[in-house]
């Protein structure tokens, strides 16, 4: 009788150090591995948010751009700023001022040059009107480039076109690709 | 009628606000209420309503058909055409250096030679009128007149051609006309031209 209780204490330890080193298998056979950080992930994390907050630039003392957008995400290793809702505006030597709005863009603070997309719609204070899909400002070139779905009235004026460039906030411009241009009175 | 509107389609259309200057560049088609014009390049001033346009010029205004190396527009009624100008209305072809042309009152002058053919025939001069409209036509130096259907061959200094009504046609100076065999000379010669295909001469 009283061996049959040795041999259950043996079995009871056996178990018990089975169950020990299983554990232990266990915990290093799932040991979670550190992942690799995507790259985007480690740059998101560098770049500022800033809310509701206003680009200047300005030329000899001179406002030129004035850029403002609900929200701006300015990467510091590229300086390049992505804009939400933008609302620009333009001053134009002779005065004129031309407001910018779009619901995308990039400026970049290096090149001094700003891209806005996804539908531009421009307005000057001397009554023109201009809407593309994207609208580039070269800022070596001091010029204007619309692509895509370009449309300009101004007075008796409605033009149309693939694409225009300006150099004074159109107050001259080239329009190409299928370029059209009423004038006079009927125009638009 | 400044202001009426006017419309160019290019490869590409430059425009200057102040200016109202349009340089149209590339498959040019310019369009001024019932004239079309088409040509490689154009320039139209939208203050003054002046049109230049160039490059195998092709022009229809109404029942105008015209082709030249270069017309200019005054306006949406006046054309002047230069080199290589022809131009057709209805059964009349007028072919010359320069034509100027006023759609208003259907008139055409070439002030530097020209021809007009019509079903009648032919006539040519150093300055050629047409009233269209009255099929009136009036020569000017080296008039030479054919008609292949009257058989007659006629030179003088100045003719004036009356086609619509009493279809007669007025030589004078150094006049010679020619039918069949006969030839007659004189300072001045009406020629009756009527349907018989015979002309009579007073």
């Known amino acids: 009788m009283k061996s049959l209780k040795i041999n259950k204490n043996k079995i009871a330890i056996y178990g018990f150090i089975i169950v ?169 | 009628d400044t202001g009426k509107p006017t419309e160019l389609n290019a490869n590409t259309v430059e425009y200057d606000t102040s200016s109202g200057v349009i340089t149209a560049t590339g498959n040019v088609v310019m369009i001024q209420e019932s004239s079309r014009i088409s040509g490689a390049q154009a320039v139209y001033n939208s203050k003054t309503s002046e049109g230049h346009i160039t490059g195998n010029v092709v022009a229809d205004k109404e029942n105008l058909h015209m082709t030249a190396n270069e017309v200019f527009t005054q306006g949406s009624n006046m054309l002047i055409a230069n080199g290589n100008v022809v131009a057709h209305q209805l059964d009349k072809t007028i072919s010359g250096p320069r034509l100027e042309y006023n759609s208003d009152t259907n008139y055409a002058l070439m002030p530097n030679s020209g021809t007009i053919v019509t079903a009648e025939g032919t006539i040519t001069g150093n300055r050629l009128e047409a009233y269209l409209q009255d099929n009136h036509f009036i020569a000017v130096g080296n008039v030479h007149i054919t008609s292949q259907t009257r058989n007659i061959d006629a030179y003088s200094n100045n003719a004036d051609y009356y086609g619509n009504d009493n279809n007669k046609v007025i030589l004078t100076g150094n006049a010679v006309a020619m039918q069949d065999n006969n030839t007659l000379r004189g300072e001045k010669l009406t020629l009756y031209l009527n349907d018989t295909g015979q002309a009579a001469v007073k």
């Not at chain 1, 480690?42 to 000899?60: A, H, L, S």
């Not at chain 1, 804009?83 to 333009?90: L, P, S, W």
């Not at chain 1, 009235?153 to 076109?161: L, N, P, R, S, Y």
Request: proline share 2%; charged share 25%; hydrophobic share 35%.
């Open chain 1, 20 to 188: 020990v080193i299983a554990v232990c298998v266990w915990a290093v056979a799932t040991k979670p591995v550190p992942q690799k950080k995507a790259a985007d992930d480690v740059k998101n994390e560098q770049t500022m948010d800033y809310t509701g907050n206003t680009i200047v630039e300005e030329r000899n003392g001179k406002k030129v751009w004035e850029l403002s957008a609900d929200n701006i995400k300015m990467d510091p290793q590229t300086q390049k700023a992505e804009m939400e809702n933008i609302h620009g505006k333009y001053y134009e030597e002779n005065g004129q001022i031309l407001v910018l709005t779009a619901p995308h863009g990039i400026y970049d603070d290096k090149s001094k040059n700003i891209l806005m997309d996804n539908g531009v719609h421009a307005q000057s204070d001397d009554g023109m009107v201009f809407d593309a899909e994207k609208v580039s400002w070269d800022n070596a070139a001091q010029i204007f480039v619309g692509e895509g779905s370009i449309k300009i009235t101004k007075g008796d004026m409605q033009a149309q076109g693939d694409r225009i460039e300006s150099s004074n906030a159109f107050l001259q411009f080239k329009l190409s690709g299928n370029a059209h241009i009423v004038k006079g009175r009927g125009a638009n």
